[in-house]
């Protein structure tokens, strides 16, 4: 069968990551005005959440296919009671011309929110928060330029999101963390402000900060870094751990590669992708758009699987995940998309982060909610009261 796939279309996802800090860089100045935080308390300020969540659980149904076997469609089904939620950070997408966009859930937000975190809700309760996010075309300005730009405005917005929900919403659950690009990027500000080491870190059942230039910790451990309490993840039923990755084609040059890149503070780019909890090589499970004009009546995205594989290595000091196609039927319609999303050499395959492992992620949330509700088990109804009988 011929494998009709092509990367999603996020827009320009943040790629232009030429303009994204890294941990311990000089920050730029912070905005001139005030900061008044978004009433979250407002559903129209979440993208997603418990009760309002159709661009979470929407056209979502998968067929799945791989080298060897016919393919199957996968009905979508949001958990009714999950034990566990998610708060995700999308990334750049925003085409609005100002510098930061605006809380309105675009088109191009609604998109990107459905792609990377509406599975999440057959897992988790998912939180998605509107924030006041560095538009598309604030960065290419500010590229053009050789400019900065301050990151606080939706630093603060997040971190006002997080305690909204926190106060109004958690009421003691387990949280999984997961944002991508510039959302990955205020993610890590956030748990070094408000989770590491922090009472928040005991609902910590896992962070994903997909596309992330670099997480440092030291040689040979797992934490000490960035984070200072909050380990990488070593196993897939681990929790109160993060995974974190920057995806390149195995047989990219390492030269001046944006994420995992090389740090000159004494620690390393930390690597940990859900495809390999373990270390090591994994296989793959990408979910993919099916282009429109090839619909044919089949489900909006397909899981490719059997098709890929990747791994953490780290060359020269600059560690990331690196992808390699087998052999088979899919492996020239696969080089091609790979192809097209990899642009551009140093950003390599960033656009596909997420999607790329979006099945792994399924499965390590699987192992991780098996953990936590072993240690957190949901408290025993209270039996109602026997009425004494009338004599």
């Given at each position: 069968m011929r494998l009709f796939l092509r990367p999603l279309p996020l827009l320009v996802l943040l790629c232009l990551a030429g303009a994204l800090p890294t941990r311990g860089?000089?920050?730029?100045?912070?905005?001139?005005s005030g900061?008044?935080?978004?009433?979250?308390?407002?559903?129209?300020?979440?993208?997603?959440?418990?009760?309002?969540?159709?661009?979470?659980?929407?056209?979502?149904?998968?067929?799945?296919?791989?080298?060897?076997?016919?393919?199957?469609?996968?009905?979508?089904?949001?958990?009714?009671?999950?034990?566990?939620?998610?708060?995700?950070?999308?990334?750049?997408?925003?085409?609005?011309?100002?510098?930061?966009?605006s809380m309105t859930a675009s088109p191009?937000?609604?998109?990107?929110?459905?792609?990377?975190?509406?599975?999440?809700?057959?897992?988790?309760?998912?939180?998605?928060?509107?924030?006041?996010?560095?538009?598309?075309?604030?960065?290419?300005?500010?590229?053009?330029?050789?400019?900065q730009i301050s990151w606080e405005l939706p630093e603060r917005d997040l971190l006002?999101?997080?305690?909204?929900?926190?106060?109004?919403?958690?009421?003691?659950?387990?949280?999984?963390?997961?944002?991508?690009?510039?959302?990955?990027?205020?993610?890590?500000?956030?748990?070094?402000?408000?989770?590491d080491g922090k009472p928040a870190q005991a609902l910590l059942v896992s962070a994903f900060l997909a596309g992330d230039p670099s997480l440092g910790v030291p040689p040979g451990a797992r934490v000490g870094g960035t984070f200072?309490?909050?380990?990488?993840?070593?196993?897939?039923?681990?929790?109160?751990?993060?995974?974190v990755w920057g995806t390149y084609r195995a047989d990219a040059p390492a030269t001046d590669q944006i994420f995992g890149a090389a740090r000159k503070d004494g620690l390393v780019s930390a690597c940990e992708n859900p495809a390999a909890p373990a270390g090591g090589s994994g296989a793959l499970k990408w979910f993919i758009h099916r282009p429109s004009d090839q619909q044919n009546g089949k489900t909006h995205w397909v899981?490719?699987?059997?098709?890929?594989?990747?791994?953490?290595?780290?060359?020269?000091?600059?560690?990331?995940?690196?992808?390699?196609?087998?052999?088979?039927?899919?492996?020239?319609?696969?080089?091609?998309?790979?192809?097209?999303?990899?642009?551009?050499?140093?950003w390599g395959l960033h656009p596909l982060d997420l999607t790329l492992v979006k099945g792994n992620i399924l499965d390590v949330l699987d192992a991780e909610t098996a953990t936590w509700t072993k240690a957190h088990p949901a408290p025993k109804p209270t039996p109602l009261p026997v009425a004494n009988k009338v004599p």
């Open positions: 860089q000089a920050k730029p100045s912070r905005p001139a900061y008044t935080a978004p009433d979250y308390s407002n559903p129209a300020n979440w993208v997603c959440r418990p009760g309002a969540e159709t661009v979470c659980t929407a056209n979502l149904d998968a067929e799945v296919m791989a080298p060897g076997k016919p393919p199957r469609t996968v009905r979508f089904q949001p958990a009714a009671d999950p034990p566990i939620d998610c708060f995700y950070a999308y990334p750049t997408v925003s085409l609005q011309e100002t510098p930061y966009a191009e937000v609604k998109k990107v929110v459905n792609a990377q975190a509406g599975l999440l809700t057959a897992r988790c309760r998912v939180y998605a928060p509107l924030y006041r996010q560095v538009t598309v075309p604030a960065l290419r300005r500010t590229m053009a330029n050789h400019g006002a999101a997080w305690a909204f929900y926190l106060q109004h919403d958690n009421h003691g659950r387990g949280v999984v963390l997961i944002g991508h690009s510039q959302g990955t990027i205020l993610l890590q500000e956030l748990m070094a402000a408000a989770v200072k309490h909050i380990p990488t993840c070593d196993s897939a039923a681990e929790t109160g751990c993060v995974y899981e490719v699987r059997g098709v890929l594989t990747g791994e953490c290595r780290n060359f020269s000091g600059r560690n990331a995940f690196r992808v390699t196609v087998l052999k088979g039927p899919y492996a020239k319609t696969a080089n091609k998309m790979l192809d097209h999303a990899a642009r551009h050499q140093r």
